[in-house]
């Protein structure tokens, strides 16, 4: 839901309280508002942190706490469900608000689980596709339960090229070269 109507700068989405703790994205200088996670999303962005935990410190793994400044028709800022930050861009942030603004480098990897619905699917295969990609992360990963599926998209120059990962596959992330993980892992695990 779209909640303003005037348009945003992004001073004005950093400093915007409404006094609640709704969390929203900037789309075109819009407020949307990102409704709670289904109970399934939740669990397969925990279980994706658990398993990058053995390559990665904790500290450079994010899980819908922080935020990311992309380009649209005008700024869009974006929260994606995880995120695998380099120990450059965990020295930017260096304890302030967690945005990776412009001027920061970009994360290794960012994940989003499709939540259900057309708008949901177009805003995580297409629009934060095209964001991502510009903005320069060198992977990213859309995991889709209801298409039973994980799309993994490389990096190569300046486009990101497709591999889509079903059942029994093994997923191969180009962050994590011995990553030893099935689709059908990753998706039992939003199992209830």
């Not at 800022?77 to 608000?97: N, Q, Y």
Request: with cysteine; hydrophobic share 40%; charged share 25%.
């Amino acid at each position: 839901m779209t909640i303003t109507v005037k348009r945003l700068t992004l001073e004005e989405y950093f400093a915007y309280d409404d006094g609640t703790d709704t969390r929203y994205e900037l789309v075109d200088g819009e407020l949307l508002e990102m409704p709670p996670e289904s109970d399934r999303n939740n669990l397969i962005s925990l279980y994706l942190l658990s398993e990058f935990l053995k390559f990665v410190p904790i500290q450079l793994i994010r899980h819908k706490d922080t935020e990311i400044v992309v380009t649209g028709n005008r700024t869009r800022v974006r929260m994606p469900d995880l995120m695998i930050l380099t120990e450059e861009l965990f020295k930017a942030i260096a304890g302030g608000r967690a945005t990776i603004t412009p001027d920061m480098p970009s994360p290794a990897m960012v994940v989003e689980v499709v939540s259900p619905g057309k708008v949901n699917e177009d805003r995580d295969y297409r629009y934060k596709r095209s964001e991502y990609a510009a903005r320069g992360i060198p992977e990213y990963w859309i995991v889709d339960a209801h298409k039973a599926r994980v799309t993994l998209l490389t990096l190569v120059d300046g486009l990101y090229e497709e591999a889509l990962f079903e059942g029994t596959d093994c997923i191969r992330s180009v962050t994590f070269l011995t990553l030893n993980l099935t689709a059908a892992q990753v998706l039992a695990a939003g199992q209830v």
